[in-house]
């Protein structure tokens, strides 16, 4: 199938696929384990070790080709949208008559780990619960998660692997008032960013997810600085020779609780395994430096026309939504990022005043009061 075929097919028929029993946000071991329990036996389901509060971490192997791809999400706890995505992702591996699925598992073995992060999950945090960043982790690993993630390495082998994460609402790529949706990075092996060959092959791989995904959100995907984190993941594995696609779910507009990018989330994956299960050599590398890259202009509310009296002059203030796990939900709190001149910055929320006063600066909390 061509790349405007799938992007049709799955976005039209995403709802057969969708798993409705995973809703926004706040997803956690108490939510997927009933899940991982009643999946059907074309799954191995195993145990792959314990967090350090010693929640389980499971481990989902299905498809019998030899191409190998290793899929984990929730590294950070509260980066929840990759995890729901893993779950359409098998309910399009079991029912999908395309043809698409039945070409995935002819050709790969998946293998994923869809929570590596449960201590985080359960109270909405990146990191574990030591406080360890998992994805700064990779050298040292402290953790027990990151021990478990490098040990699931080394069995497996992976050709491929998918690490999946979340970024925050403050991410654009164009001037069209929309947020980047998704990002990708096949991160860097040393400080000089070099194209290694096996840097080429990860591009290659986004590049298949790029195709699809053009034909349905084109100015809302982003490429991710290529920075070399020493610790980090995602570079360490790409150094060790195992491709490493980074992919992180971000906002479309008024979809806080990512339902929507989940949909899109899952599409890419689809359309990232599909083009490893189909291809001899992935060497078209070259389109992945025209994805724009991602910059930080990207707000939750804009207020335009604020006048302060004290200094007689207008202004605008930019909002950002915090978020946080209150009593079992997540709650969005605004907090003033950015005041002055907000003409580069876009947002989510843009409100136009004719003029609305203020006595001073200090008067600007009106804006982040309930
Ligand atoms: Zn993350």
């Known amino acids: 199938m061509q790349a405007r075929e799938i992007a049709t097919f799955l976005d039209d028929n995403y709802n057969t696929f969708k798993n409705n029993q995973l809703f926004g946000r706040y997803i956690t071991l108490q939510h997927i384990q009933p899940l991982i329990d009643n999946l059907p036996s074309e799954f191995q389901i195993a145990k792959a070790g314990e967090s350090f509060q010693h929640r389980k971490i499971n481990s989902i192997t299905i498809g019998a080709g030899s191409k190998k791809i290793l899929l984990w999400s929730q590294m950070h706890g509260n980066e929840s949208t990759g995890t729901k995505a893993i779950f359409d992702l098998f309910n399009f591996l ?27 999950s359960e109270v909405y945090t990146r990191v574990d619960s030591q406080g360890i960043d998992l994805n700064r982790d990779a050298v040292d690993q402290k953790a027990p998660e990151s021990k478990l993630l490098n040990k699931t390495l080394r069995e497996i082998n992976p050709h491929f692997c998918f690490n999946l994460h979340d970024q925050r609402t403050i991410f654009s790529v164009g001037n069209e008032n929309l947020p980047t949706t998704l990002s990708f990075l096949a991160p860097s092996e040393d400080e000089d960013r070099t194209l290694t060959e096996g840097r080429k092959i990860t591009m290659s791989v986004i590049v298949k997810m790029n195709e699809v995904l053009q034909h349905l959100i084109p100015n809302q995907i982003g490429r991710y600085t290529d ?21 992180e779910a971000g906002h479309f507009p008024n979809d806080y609780d990512r339902e929507i990018t989940r949909k899109y989330n899952f599409i890419a994956l689809v359309s990232g395994i599909y083009g490893i299960a189909t291809s001899e050599k992935l060497t078209n590398y070259k389109p992945y430096f025209q994805i724009p890259n991602n910059e930080k202009n990207y707000l939750d509310i804009i207020y335009k026309n604020v006048f302060i009296e004290s200094e007689k002059i207008t202004i605008e203030v930019g909002i950002l939504f915090k978020e946080e796990l209150i009593n079992g939900n997540i709650t969005f709190t605004p907090f003033i990022e950015k005041t002055g001149d907000l003409s580069g910055y876009n947002a989510n929320t843009i409100i136009k005043h004719n003029n609305r006063f203020v006595p001073t600066r200090k008067h600007l909390d009106v804006f982040i009061e309930k």
Not at 227 to 247: H, R
């Open 227 to 247: 920075e070399f984190y020493p610790t980090a993941t995602g570079d360490n594995f790409q150094k060790a020779g195992y491709n490493t696609i980074l992919v």
């Open 94 to 120: 079991l029912n999908d008559t395309s043809g698409l699925a039945t070409t995935i598992l002819k050709n790969c073995t998946i293998t994923v780990i869809p929570m590596l992060n449960p201590d985080g």
